[in-house]
């Protein structure tokens, strides 16, 4: 890896989760909930005041620049007026501040309402939404630009003397959206200080014909080696970070414009341990490569370790911190080690990162990390080429299920498939919600089956509890349809038990329609055991 600089929003309970996606050599840029499958895309006209100089410590802003103007783009939800999206994106108080734009004025137009607007070039599902991208299918091309604001840091080191504006050129990149829709994805790499990152995309095509194909690369697949890959010091505070399971896959980039070949790594995905930093819980935190990563393909003599250029890593990050679903997204600011020769996997680094404390001002933090990777097994293999719907099926990614009275979390084993399952602590009713997907390619038969794992210490020998199962569709004008449920006592303790669920009619019939929001829910209704029920391989069933 390399040396990163990087800046949060202002409250040190993010800069945690920072400190953990330091372990992947990177800065972050943002932090916010994905709209809805139902909004609309807008493009915004903004004019504004913004911080010239800071005062110190970085409470207020000494003195504001003159009015600037800048396009970007937003969503809004149904019904919900072009300008107030825009102003609402735009003129509120920036998340990684103290203090306010000033005069911010804000115009909004619907590109997707638009008459004679191409659904094609603006399409809600990528741009507010998450766009699966399936096996065989090519990925997104997105044409956009950029705009930001880098601190200058004044000799307090805690405040900005001055800022740079930067209006980047238009990009045009290819992008997996599976995991994270365009308007967040597409925000700009975080350098030293980078503030009120915006974008204003210009066209969006799925599935282009100008893009690469995901296909099974799975058997060039390296499976991450699990345990400490680094320590990160901020200030007198240590934490040591942890990788518990992930993969890479390994490939071969070509360059359009050059034909020139390079190995790269065309996929990455690490789920990182639970941590706690100054008080703040950092859970679930899945990291994830937003294109290849390209080697120099020029191997030092003595190590066979080539390099990744500054800007070459690109990643986001999605975990929850104190609770709340957040996501960033990482660049690195310097060049990047990595080894793939003999089979093997490597990446290492030193890294300097630059965070935000509770009250703003700069924190170091230093870190070295090392992570390996060794060739996957045949189920390893099958895990990295999983679809995202096999991955909500599967419950490989925590993130992918909520609830809001029990704690989630990834489990390796024991597990029935893939390489995960969802781990469940909580007692009483307990909602478990997950997210949305398509019934595109779905083959639905008589049933639903999925495994529970029954933990033992069951406090009541007459009754064990129960498990529900609940399908929502809204477009297709279904909302928590009762599927079943089955009855856990009598199932055997310490194991999986499978559990079945007869499809209603009308619940088969709805799976057979081509809709874009579905989403499976759970209801496990059991006593208090303080320990961890696990929920795995979800399938449809005779």
Sequence with gaps: MGQSAIRLRADFRLAALALIVGAAGCG?????????????????????????????????????????????????????????????????????????YMNCTASGNDVTDAPGTNPSVHPVSGICSPAVVATGQRLALA??????????????????????????????????????????????????????????????????????????????????????????????????????????????????????????IDRLRANLGDVTVSGAQVRNVVATNRGPIVLSGVPDPDS?????????????????????????????????????????????????????????????????????????????????????????????????????????????????????????TGQGFMPINGSGFSTVGLNPTAALSVDLFVPSSQPNPFWTGALQMYLSCPSGNVFNQFIGQVELTGKPQNQYSTLRFPLPAATQSTLRQPLSDCAFSFALNVNQTNRTWILDNLRFTP
Aim: glycine fraction near 10%.
């Design 143 to 264: 044409t956009f630009t950029q705009r930001s604001l880098t601190c200058r840091l004044a000799a307090d080191q805690q405040s900005c003397a001055s800022f740079t504006v930067n209006n980047g050129p238009t990009i045009a990149e290819c992008e997996d959206l599976s995991n994270l829709a365009a308007n967040d994805l597409l925000k700009p790499p975080a350098g030293t200080g980078v503030r009120s990152g915006s974008e204003s995309i210009a066209s969006l095509v799925l599935n282009s014909p100008s893009c690469p194909v995901v296909g099974d690369t799975a058997t060039a697949s390296k499976a991450l080696t699990a345990g400490t890959i680094g320590t990160v010091t901020a200030g007198s505070i240590s934490t040591p970070v942890t990788l518990t399971s992930g993969f890479a896959t390994v490939g071969t980039f070509c360059d359009p414009s050059t034909e020139h070949c390079s190995t790269s």
């Design 28 to 100: 972050n840029v943002s932090v916010r909930t994905p709209p809805g499958s139902n909004d609309r895309v807008i493009t915004c006209r903004i004019t504004r005041q913004e911080c010239a100089v800071e005062s110190a410590n970085a409470a207020t802003c000494a003195r504001y620049s003159a009015a600037v103007t800048l396009t970007a783009t937003a969503c809004a939800t149904p019904g919900q007026d072009p300008t107030t999206a825009c102003a609402q994106a735009y003129c509120a108080q920036p998340g990684d501040v103290k203090y306010p």
């Design 304 to 424: 066979g370790a080539q390099t990744v250029a500054t800007g070459g890593v690109n990643l986001a990050l999605r975990g929850l911190v104190n609770g709340v679903d957040s996501f960033f997204l990482a660049t690195n600011t310097a060049p990047w080690s990595a080894n793939v020769s003999g089979g093997n996997l490597n990446i290492r680094g030193p890294l300097n990162l630059q965070v935000s404390d509770a009250n703003g001002r700069p924190l170091f933090v230093t870190m070295n990390v090392n992570v390996n990777g060794t060739p996957a097994n045949n189920t390893q293999q099958g895990c990295a080429a999983l679809s995202p719907v096999g991955r909500l099926f599967g419950f490989e990614d925590p993130l992918s299920w909520s609830s809001s009275s029990a704690t989630l979390s990834l489990v390796t084993a024991p597990i029935t498939q893939g390489c995960g399952a969802l781990g469940i």
